[in-house]
């Protein structure tokens, strides 16, 4: 049976995540399982109570897991989402030659953190969300990520916050990052191609 409805991977990017987690549990429910959970929550979006119920384990089991796993995938972030290093790694797709990204933001549903500060969390859409600003290379695999700017902020104040724009690192001269709308069309310090504003005649 097909795993992706569930867990939005295919058995083999599982098999991967597996392998690079190198979970070595000694106690509790073994990597795999504690993976799955993971997976389920994160591509679900929903309650730790739901989890449990999926799972047949205590919700105080799911909240430790999703955590426990949290922080390994972390730890080895930066082994998979990393910027090119190499000109292989830099192939371009015609016809946006040069280009060698595309950046964009997305909005991932949080609670709303209580007091004041919580309307900040609110997007345009009046749902409480924290940002997360990707690149993807041509091939749709993630090169750099920034998350955790409040759901009220523009796309391009995220961009001018980021290690990306500040640290200047990528591109390399002669290449560009393409994005939306959403962004300032820029030369320095990060060169972003956006949409043309009007035909040019």
């Known amino acids: 049976e097909d795993p992706r409805p569930d867990f939005r991977l295919s058995r083999e990017s599982f098999v991967v995540l597996l392998n690079l987690l190198n979970q070595d549990r000694r106690h509790g429910w073994g990597a795999t399982i504690e993976t799955l959970v993971f997976l389920f929550w994160l591509a679900s979006g929903t309650s730790y109570r739901v ?3 999926v799972f047949g384990m205590p919700r105080s089991t799911v909240h430790d897991i999703v955590h426990r796993v949290t922080e390994d995938v972390v730890a ?4 998979v989402i990393h910027l090119p290093k190499t ?3 830099m192939e371009v797709v015609s016809p946006f030659m040069k280009a060698v990204g595309a ?3 997305c909005h991932i549903r949080i609670k709303a953190p209580s007091g ?3 309307q900040c969390y609110r ?3 009046l749902f409480p969300s924290i940002i997360l600003q990707a690149v993807c290379d041509h091939q749709g695999r993630f090169i750099d990520t920034y998350v955790g700017w409040p759901g009220s902020v523009h796309d391009s104040r995220v961009l001018r916050h980021s ?3 500040r640290q200047s690192a990528y591109p390399p001269p002669g290449h560009f990052i393409l994005a939306d709308g959403g962004y300032p069309c820029l030369q320095h ?3 972003l191609i956006t949409p043309y504003k009007r035909v040019v005649q």
């Open 103 to 105: 950046i964009d933001g």
């Open 116 to 118: 004041p500060d919580g």
């Open 189 to 191: 310090p990060l060169p």
């Open 51 to 53: 989890v449990s119920r």
């Open 76 to 79: 080895i972030l930066h082994q």
């Open 163 to 165: 290690p990306l724009y």
């Open 123 to 125: 997007n345009r859409k």
């Open 87 to 89: 000109p292989e790694e």
